[in-house]
T-cell receptor, first 111, second 116 residues
């Protein structure tokens, strides 16, 4: 299995600011996924980045991947109060096994 | 709604009782996963199926836990002789799983279990 470790554990910002969360992993991956989870709800898939991609955008989200450093980052630009949630990364290993989740980054966006 | 659905959404049971949860994946998805999540933690992998075959089980899945996916469509997760430590959110996810590029997992809303 392959576990993602998110950093920081908690992040608190003002509405309109950018939020950056990081993810590190240990072994080679096929792709890496980011998820959001609102309190008490299921996980929502945000974006998937493949191992041969370095950057990917989706709306206000920007994900980078550095396979040499085994790390990824999720940037949320112009944050909104509705972005308040926990964010998880899930690296998918190359042997097609399962990926496992870290404990996430809890983002609080203050209005 | 064509997403992953789970039933029930909430379950309160007394210690020692058996409970069963159901997950209906997205219809064309071959892979189905079960996770458990406690407050403040990330989801912990329990088991997954490729069609009807159960390919992997976590060591977290004690003998009291059993999962099935009899026809390769919906899945059930049963917990026998529940303990207070089983109280958690149980999440189901599905993915296409046909190629290495299609392991994007889509999650259901979860079943929250409370064991009193």
């Amino acid at each position: 299995s392959q576990q993602g470790e998110e950093d920081p554990q908690a992040l608190s910002i003002q509405e309109g600011e950018n939020a950056t969360m990081n993810c590190s992993y240990k072994t080679s991956i096929n792709n890496l996924q980011w998820y959001r989870q609102n309190s008490g709800r299921g996980l929502v898939h945000l974006i998937l980045i493949r191992s041969n991609e370095r950057e990917k955008h989706s709306g206000r989200l920007r994900v980078t991947l550095d396979t040499s450093k085994k790390s990824s980052s999720l940037l949320i630009t112009a944050s909104r109060a509705a972005d308040t949630a926990s964010y998880f990364c899930a690296p998918a290993p190359t042997n097609a096994g399962k990926s496992t989740f870290g404990d996430g980054t809890t983002l609080t966006v203050k209005p | 709604d064509t997403g992953v659905s789970q039933d029930p959404r909430h379950k309160i049971t007394k210690r020692g009782q058996n409970v069963t949860f159901r997950c209906d994946p997205i219809s064309e998805h071959n892979r189905l996963y079960w996770y458990r999540q406690t407050l403040g933690q990330g989801p912990e992998f329990l088991t997954y199926f490729q069609n009807e075959a159960q390919l992997e089980k976590s060591r977290l899945l004690s003998d009291r836990f059993s999962a099935e996916r009899p026809k390769g469509s919906f899945s059930t997760l049963e917990i026998q002789r529940t303990e207070q430590g089983d109280s958690a959110m149980y999440l189901c996810a599905s993915s296409l799983g046909e190629t290495q590029s299609s392991y994007e997992q889509y999650f259901g809303p979860g079943t929250r279990l409370t064991v009193t």
